[in-house]
C-alpha cells in the first residue's frame, strides 16, 4: 500500500467521525492550534527560512518569494483566522429549507460536509493553516499537498496544528500532509477517488491545468486571476489611478492582482500618461497595444499571449479600446473569470458592464485587490472558485458543505 493511499484511509475514517463532532469541540480546537501556532512562532520561521534561502538559491521570483515568506505578523494572521473560524457559526446541520408534504411527510434540506478534502498548493504555507482550519470548522478531514518549496514550513506547520487539534479532541488524521513532493504523489492524490471526495487547487495556471485534466476527483478550479480594470470614458481620473495602481502594485503575486489595464479611446491619451508615470515609479514594466505604444514611448509591444497572461510580478499589459462593447468583449474572450472592474461615473454603463462580463467577481469603481473572503466579510477562504458548478467566488465554510435530504414520517408508504 502506497503513503497516499495510506493518508487516504486515514482521512476517511477522520471523516466519519468529525462529522459528528459538536460545533463546541470543533471551535475548542481551532483556538487550541492557534496558541500553538503563536506559542511556536520561532520555530515556525526557522523552518520557513529554510524554504526562503533555498528559493533564493533557486532564483525564485520576488512576487514568488513575497508569497513563500512568513514573518512573526503573517503566523500572528493564521492565528487570528483561525480565531475568527472558532467564532463563526458553524454551517453542519444548518436547515437550508424544509417543507411539509400533504401526506405528512416532512423535508429538510440539512447542511453536511464534503468528507475527504484535497488541497494541491503552490509555496503559500499560509493554505497550509487556512484550508485545516476551514475544513475542521466545516467537518471536513483534510490532505494536504503543498510544493517542494515551501516543504519545511507545511510540515512544521501541519505538525503543529495536526497535534493541537487531537489534543483538543479531534481524530487523528483529519489533518495531513503528503511528506512527498514528487509529482507521482501528487498524481496519485488526483486519481484517490476512493478515498477523496473534492480535490482544490491552489496556485497558478500550470498547476490548475493540470488537476483538471488529468484528476479522477472531482475538482472546484480555483485560482487563476487573470483579472482586468477598465478606465471608462466617463471615469473620474483621479479615482481611477488610485485604483489601477492598488490593483497592480499591492500585491502583484496574488491572484486578486490586475494584470490587463483597458482604457477607452476617449480618455487614453489624457490618462495613460499620468498613470504610467505612477507605475512605472512603482517597478512596473508596461506593455501595450499599438496604439498604447503611441501614446506612451517606449512602451514594450502587447503579443497575443499576454493578453491571456497571469503575470504574478510587475507587469501590466495596456490596451486603448474604443468601446464598452469591445472591453467587455476583450474581457470575456481572454480573462479567467476571476475579478473584473469598471471605473465610470455611468450608471447604465455600470450596469451593462455588471451584466455583460462572464466573472466570479464584477467590481464598479473599486480595486479587484478585495476579492477575498475576509474582505467580503465571509471569515477565511478555501480559495476564488472560477468556475459555476456548487461555487462561485471566495470560498468559504458553507462552500465547503453539501447538503442532504432528511424526511421524517409517521408510518407512510407509497401507494
Not at 490548475?208 to 482586468?228: A, D, F, K, Q, Y
Not at 471569515?379 to 471566495?394: F, M
Request: aromatic letters at 4%; hydrophobic letters at 40%; one cysteine or more.
Amino acid at each position: 500500500m502506497s503513503v497516499i493511499e495510506e493518508l487516504g484511509i486515514r482521512a476517511g475514517e477522520a471523516a466519519r467521525e468529525l462529522a459528528v463532532v459538536t460545533a463546541e469541540a470543533k471551535n475548542n480546537a481551532l483556538e487550541e492550534m492557534a496558541r500553538a501556532l503563536t506559542s511556536r512562532v520561532d520555530e515556525i520561521l526557522g523552518a520557513n527560512e529554510e524554504d526562503r534561502k533555498a528559493g533564493i538559491e533557486n532564483g525564485m521570483s520576488d512576487a514568488l518569494l513575497d508569497r513563500l515568506t512568513l514573518s512573526e505578523k503573517r503566523v500572528g494572521e493564521m492565528a487570528q483566522g483561525l480565531r475568527e473560524l472558532a467564532a463563526a457559526s458553524d454551517p453542519v446541520g444548518e436547515v437550508v429549507e424544509g417543507w411539509r408534504l400533504a401526506n405528512g411527510l416532512e423535508i429538510k434540506k440539512v447542511r453536511v460536509p464534503l468528507g475527504v478534502v484535497g488541497i494541491i498548493y503552490e509555496a503559500r504555507p499560509n493554505v497550509t493553516v487556512d484550508a485545516a482550519g476551514l475544513c475542521v470548522k466545516s467537518g471536513n478531514a483534510v490532505i494536504l499537498r503543498g510544493s517542494s518549496s515551501a516543504i519545511n514550513s507545511n510540515r512544521f506547520l501541519s505538525e503543529v496544528i495536526a497535534h493541537a487539534g487531537e489534543s483538543a479532541g479531534l481524530p487523528g488524521g483529519c489533518i495531513q500532509l503528503v511528506p512527498l513532493t514528487d509529482r507521482e504523489s501528487a498524481k496519485e492524490l488526483m486519481r484517490l477517488r476512493k478515498y477523496v471526495d473534492v480535490l482544490i487547487p491552489r496556485g497558478g495556471a500550470g498547476l490548475i491545468r493540470t488537476v483538471v485534466e488529468e484528476s479522477t476527483v472531482p475538482v472546484i478550479e480555483t485560482g487563476v486571476g487573470n483579472c482586468h480594470t477598465f478606465v471608462d470614458a466617463s471615469a473620474d481620473l483621479d479615482m481611477a489611478e488610485r485604483i489601477v495602481v492598488n490593483a497592480k502594485t499591492h500585491r502583484p503575486g496574488v491572484c486578486n492582482a490586475m494584470e490587463t489595464m483597458l482604457v477607452h479611446e476617449a480618455v487614453a491619451a489624457e490618462f495613460l500618461p499620468r498613470v504610467a508615470q505612477e507605475l512605472t515609479q512603482l517597478g512596473v514594466e508596461l506593455r501595450g497595444c499599438e496604439r498604447t505604444q503611441e501614446i506612451l514611448q517606449g512602451v514594450k509591444a502587447a503579443t497575443e499571449d499576454d493578453w491571456y497572461e497571469e503575470y504574478l510580478d510587475l507587469i501590466l499589459a495596456v490596451r486603448v479600446v474604443p468601446s464598452l462593447q469591445e472591453a467587455i468583449r476583450h474581457i470575456n474572450t481572454y480573462g479567467s473569470q476571476h475579478s473584473e472592474a469598471i471605473v465610470t461615473s455611468d450608471l447604465d454603463a455600470a450596469r451593462r458592464f455588471t451584466a455583460g462580463v462572464d466573472s466570479a467577481d464584477v467590481y464598479v469603481n473599486a480595486s479587484t485587490r478585495f476579492t477575498d473572503g475576509g474582505q467580503f466579510g465571509l471569515g477565511a477562504e478555501i480559495g476564488i472558485s472560477t468556475q459555476k458548478l456548487h461555487a462561485r467566488g471566495p470560498m468559504g465554510l458553507r462552500e465547503l458543505t453539501s447538503t442532504k435530504f432528511i424526511i421524517y414520517g409517521d408510518g407512510q408508504v407509497r401507494s
